[in-house]
């Protein structure tokens, strides 16, 4: 949106903005999974069921854990407050199922991104991988109140750039030589939702998971991006 000052010129709406809540560790409970602060005592499952997936680990910045002093390591280098905080994914049985972060928070311009993914193959492409998202996203933007909500990836990895726009995750555009990761060259591609488009991705993500949208197989009987359609 766009509106015109004393001189003529294209500026943008004011806004009645006054910040949001930087992220702090909380637990945040769905039906299918639990996110939890990820902590050092995480350690050995997260090489049980992630460190042993070394392909999960391509496009990350660290390589994958086979000890737990490595996967100590990736725990220290993850997201920290007030800039960010890290989950781990957890089922309804306590086992580890993945982890991820908020991170990069600006409270103050009201950005913050989800990353630093990895997901087990048991929860890959599953009802809890999308609650998993839902229930983070749901926190940053209904609960700290952020205006801008990223998801950022190797311009190479094509399944995080499916997930970023099946979830309803715009693209914006794609940063050449961004960074260097494992000695090899990054190019970053960019998506976000705003807050003015959460409410159709929420309720959308919301139908998705309902019961009516399964059959009597467990499959969705509507994809998300359908039901997102319908809505919209």
């Known amino acids: 949106m766009t509106a015109t000052n004393a001189h003529g010129q294209s500026v943008g709406d004011t806004l009645d903005w006054h910040g949001a809540a930087p992220p702090a560790p909380v637990v945040l409970a769905g039906r299918f999974v639990t996110l939890r602060p990820l902590v050092a005592e995480d350690a050995p499952a997260v090489v049980e069921a992630l460190g042993v997936h070394p392909e999960l680990w391509t496009y990350l910045p660290w390589d994958p854990p086979t000890t737990s002093a490595a996967a100590l390591a990736t725990i220290a280098g993850a997201a920290r407050p007030p800039l960010g ?3 781990a994914v957890e089922s309804p049985d ?4 993945g982890r991820l972060d908020l991170m990069r928070a600006d409270p103050a311009m009201g950005s913050i991104e989800v990353g630093a993914i990895v997901y087990s193959p048991a929860l890959q492409r599953t009802r809890a991988a999308t609650e998993t998202q839902l229930l983070l996203a749901e926190h940053a933007f209904d609960t700290l109140g952020y205006r801008r909500y990223e998801w950022k990836c190797d311009s190479l990895n094509a399944p995080s750039r499916r997930a970023a726009l099946r979830l309803g995750f715009v693209e914006e555009g794609t940063w050449r ?12 591609t960019w998506f976000s939702v705003t807050d003015a488009e959460w409410p159709v991705v929420r309720a959308a993500m919301r139908a998705w998971l309902a019961d009516d949208n399964v059959d009597d197989a467990g499959v969705q009987r509507r994809s998300l991006a359908a039901v997102r359609e319908g809505l919209a």
């Open 85 to 87: 905080t890290s989950f």
């Open 94 to 97: 306590g086992s580890l199922l």
């Open 177 to 188: 030589q961004d960074r260097i990761v494992k000695g090899r060259n990054r190019d970053t």
